[in-house]
């Protein structure tokens, strides 16, 4: 299948959607919130909340009106620091990322997670025929991650080198890690030929890579994290959910409803991913996609605690939470979690 990516357009895309973030000064305003979402499927929760407007609907409900500021960013980094910054009021990212905010901001800022947006596996690709496990990835083969190192994928191998080579070669991928957005890393895939053979790849990603022959897939993040996973959470800081009660409540149950729909409504759902991330991927591939049983969007966290306790035990996470609860704000302890 033809991949369909701007890829001149995107790092002015990205660095646009910061500098506008950074210089809006109205976040923590009750009726008022500013979202920001990365590329991709992960997040069609936020796609069906902005497409029916869910928050201004749940705002009405409490008797308030709600203005909502969506952005586009892509990458953690950006997102942590417009957030830190108090210009952005909620943002997004995978898992490991997301914790490390929290690590880094507990008795400060107290950045914790809002709800998950899904459970979505990655897959290790790889296009390298002598590779048949990843002990069999050598010096010769690189893998590409969108962060090498810090990133949702670094870090799930992070946790399954720690199982292969022990505790203290936990980094043992980074070396042969390199940092490429996953449109560039599955057209490199795909063609051949050159050093990327391996890619830590993410839903659309690793379906269309998967439709080369060429292309096997050696292990899901499932595999290593022992069943179904959250991918990515919304997060934000205590002083917006202290201080905006009515506006985040209308927020957090806009998320719920879309949950819902999704599940009811999986066509319609793809058909608002592609209405709204004006995607030119067919309808039938998204459909395939968001129909696929492995993958779930729900706004419950899911072994989003292995990496908690994964990360603390490796060192990259300095606070040890004691439950999922402890980096979750509390409106999302009454549905289930992990």
């Keep these: 299948m033809k991949l369909n990516f701007p890829k001149t357009l995107a790092p002015l895309a990205a660095a646009l959607g910061l500098c506008s973030a950074l210089v809006v000064p109205h976040a923590n305003a009750e009726g008022r919130i500013s979202?920001?979402?990365?590329?991709?499927?992960?997040?069609?929760?936020?796609?069906?909340?902005?497409?029916?407007?869910?928050?201004?609907?749940?705002?009405?409900?409490?008797?308030?009106?709600?203005?909502?500021?969506?952005?586009?960013?892509?990458?953690?980094?950006?997102?942590?620091?417009?957030?830190?910054a108090g210009s952005l009021d909620v943002v997004s990212a995978g898992v490991p990322p997301a914790l490390a905010v929290w690590d880094r901001t507990k008795g400060k800022q107290n950045v914790k997670a809002v709800a998950a947006l899904g459970a979505l596996p990655n897959y290790l690709l790889t296009n390298n025929p002598n590779v048949k496990t990843l002990k069999d990835?050598?010096?010769?083969?690189?893998?590409?991650?969108?962060?090498?190192?810090?990133?949702?994928?670094?870090?799930?191998?992070?946790?399954?080198?720690?199982?292969?080579?022990?505790?203290?070669?936990?980094?043992?991928f980074d070396k042969i890690s390199v940092s490429l957005p996953h449109p560039e890393a599955t057209a490199a895939l795909i063609a051949g030929g050159s050093e990327i053979t391996t890619h830590f790849s993410s839903p659309p990603f690793s379906?269309?890579?998967?439709?080369?022959?060429?292309?096997?897939?050696?292990?899901?993040?499932?595999?290593?994290?022992?069943?179904?996973?959250?991918?990515?959470?919304?997060?934000?800081?205590?002083?917006?959910h202290d201080e905006n009660p009515k506006t985040y409540r209308a927020f957090y149950d806009a998320l719920v409803e879309a949950e819902?729909?999704?599940?009811?409504?999986?066509?319609?759902?793809?058909?608002?991913?592609?209405?709204?991330?004006?995607?030119?991927?067919?309808?039938?591939?998204?459909?395939?996609?968001?129909?696929?049983?492995?993958?779930?969007?729900?706004?419950?966290?899911?072994?989003?605690y292995v990496y908690a306790e994964k990360l603390y035990e490796l060192g990259v996470l300095k606070n040890k939470a004691g439950s999922w609860k402890d980096y979750f704000f509390s409106e999302a302890y009454a549905r289930p979690g992990s």
């Design 35 to 84: 979202i920001a979402q990365q590329f991709g499927i992960g997040y069609l929760i936020l796609d069906v909340v902005r497409d029916q407007k869910l928050i201004e609907k749940h705002g009405k409900a409490q008797g308030i009106n709600i203005e909502v500021d969506w952005r586009s960013i892509s990458g953690a980094t950006a997102m942590n620091e417009a957030l830190l």
């Design 260 to 304: 819902g729909w999704i599940k009811a409504n999986k066509a319609a759902a793809a058909e608002t991913y592609i209405r709204v991330q004006q995607s030119k991927l067919p309808l039938e591939f998204v459909r395939k996609i968001v129909e696929d049983p492995e993958i779930e969007f729900t706004v419950s966290p899911q072994r989003s």
């Design 137 to 172: 990835l050598s010096d010769k083969d690189r893998i590409a991650v969108p962060a090498a190192g810090v990133g949702f994928q670094s870090r799930t191998l992070q946790i399954e080198a720690a199982k292969l080579f022990g505790k203290e070669d936990f980094q043992h």
């Design 207 to 240: 379906y269309q890579a998967l439709e080369n022959p060429r292309v096997r897939k050696l292990i899901s993040s499932y595999d290593i994290l022992g069943g179904k996973a959250t991918f990515n959470l919304l997060y934000a800081t205590e002083k917006f």
